[in-house]
Nanobody, 123 residues
Framework: VQLQASGGGLVQAGGSLRLSCRAS????????WGWFRQAPGKEREFAAA????????VYADSVKGRFTISRDNAKNTVYLQMNSLKPEDTAVYYC?????????????????WGQGTQVTVSS
């Protein structure tokens, strides 16, 4: 199984980025998908997730209204559209996949992780 995250970069506050995570080696539609982030010196935290079927989503309060997670089952890809970025959004962003979970907010529930992509927001 491979999860390849991309799309990170340097952006000014108020700007936008779209992260992508392309998966291979698993049945994409059978998994729920999450995005987590880890800032320097901080613990990894949940950002957003999208459920297995129907595509319903859940967000951390810190990103709600600014970030949008989506999935394209035909392309085996999950996206994170990030708008109105703030300096505090600076982190390495990781995508993750889970086949079964009690909660999508908990990173330990996930089965597979991507390598991370750096997002830096300047003030």
């Amino acid at each position: 199984v491979q999860l390849q995250a991309s799309g990170g970069g340097l952006v000014q506050a108020g700007g936008s980025l779209r992260l992508s995570c392309r998966a291979s080696g698993l049945t994409f539609s059978s998994y729920a998908w999450g995005w987590f982030r880890q800032a320097p010196g901080k613990e990894r935290e949940f950002a957003a997730a999208i459920r297995w079927s129907g595509g319903s989503t859940v967000y951390a309060d810190s990103v709600k209204g600014r970030f949008t997670i989506s999935r394209d089952n035909a392309k085996n890809t999950v996206y994170l559209q990030m708008n109105s970025l703030k300096p505090e959004d600076t982190a390495v962003y990781y995508c993750a996949a889970v086949q079964s979970a009690l909660t999508l907010r908990l990173g330990t529930q996930y089965d597979y992780w991507g390598q991370g992509t750096q997002v830096t927001v300047s003030s």
